[in-house]
C-alpha cells in the first residue's frame, strides 16, 4: 500500500481495500469498546446504590466489574493493534498483508466473544431486575 488512508478508491488492489475496510472496523470496535465503558460505569453506579443487595445477588456489581477490566484490556490491546497496523505501509508482499489480515481475524473473534459475553451479562442483570420489580411492584399493588 502506498498510503493509509481509509478512503476507497476503484484502483485499489483487493488487498488494500482489505486493509481499509479492516480499518475502519477496527475503528468501529474501538468506539463500541469506548462505550461499553461508559455503559458498565453507569452499571457499577447503579449497583453501588445498594442495588445488588435489594437483587439479593451481590455478584452482579462483581462480574460488571470484571467486565470493565476485561474491556479496559481489550481496549488497550486494540490501540496497540492499531498503532502497529501503520507499518503495513511497509508490506512488500503478500505474506506481510496476510500476517496482518490473519492477526486483524484473531482480534474480530476476540471482539466479537467479548461483546457476546457481555450482552449475556447485561441481559442476564436486567432480567434479575425486572424480574425483581415486577414482583415488587404486584406485593406493594396488593
Do not use: P
Amino acid at each position: 500500500m502506498e498510503t493509509f488512508q481509509n478512503e476507497i478508491y476503484s484502483h485499489d488492489s483487493d488487498i488494500d481495500v482489505t486493509h481499509k475496510i479492516n480499518s475502519i472496523e477496527l475503528d468501529n470496535w474501538i468506539n463500541h469498546l469506548k462505550y461499553i465503558k461508559k455503559e458498565l460505569n453507569n452499571l457499577i453506579g447503579l449497583c453501588n446504590t445498594n442495588l445488588d443487595q435489594r437483587l439479593e445477588d451481590i455478584e452482579v456489581r462483581q462480574k460488571f466489574q470484571k467486565k470493565e477490566n476485561e474491556n479496559d484490556a481489550l481496549l488497550s490491546a486494540l490501540y496497540k493493534y492499531m498503532n502497529a497496523r501503520s507499518e503495513i505501509i511497509e508490506c512488500e508482499d503478500t505474506q506481510c498483508d496476510m500476517a496482518y489480515i490473519n492477526e486483524h481475524e484473531s482480534y474480530r473473534r476476540s471482539y466479537l466473544y467479548h461483546l457476546d459475553k457481555y450482552r449475556r451479562l447485561k441481559d442476564e442483570f436486567f432480567s434479575k431486575v425486572q424480574g425483581r420489580f415486577t414482583l415488587l411492584n404486584l406485593t406493594t399493588q396488593t
